[in-house]
């Protein structure tokens, strides 16, 4: 797999249902893109994935992979999955309990240079052929009847 810097963030008390929604919206973006979009929504899962992205865009200008500058990098990869899972119970009326779950995510997400997605499918397009396009086959313009078509015509005459 080509260079790429990846952070992650893990026992996130937020529910991944509510956070997949950010992570969803800046996948393939470029970076720039991907911080202003989050930048600009009013949620607070929005911070949290801001902080996520930031820090694999240092990740990315560190650590000896030197991927460029924030301008140069999309975002590649970006998940989210399901962390444990903290249960309670809510007291109700005629001694009854409610369960209450309080779900935890672990972010991830991962950046790359963008030029390496145009060399990609620059290689991509050279090696697959096309397949031959078929003139000789016959062309067809009636369609075929339903076998139970053909029986009630048969009846009627």
Known sequence: MAAEAV???????MAPR??????DLIRG???????????F???AAARV??????????????GGKDLGDAESLRVSRAFVDNGPTIKRFQPRAQGRAF?????????TV???PIEVKLKKAASRATTRPKPPVKTDAPVTT???????????????Q
């Open 7 to 13: 952070a992650k963030l893990r026992f996130v008390r």
């Open 18 to 23: 509510k956070t997949r929604v950010f992570v």
């Open 29 to 39: 973006r470029g970076v720039p893109d991907a911080l202003a979009t989050l930048k």
């Open 41 to 43: 929504t009013p949620r």
């Open 49 to 62: 994935v801001e902080k996520v992205l930031m820090s694999a865009v240092a990740n990315a200008q560190q």
């Open 99 to 107: 369960s209450i779950h309080k779900r935890m995510s672990h972010i």
């Open 110 to 112: 991962a950046v790359t």
């Open 142 to 156: 009636k369609r075929a009847k339903a076998p139970i078509a053909e029986k009630r015509a048969k009846e009627n």
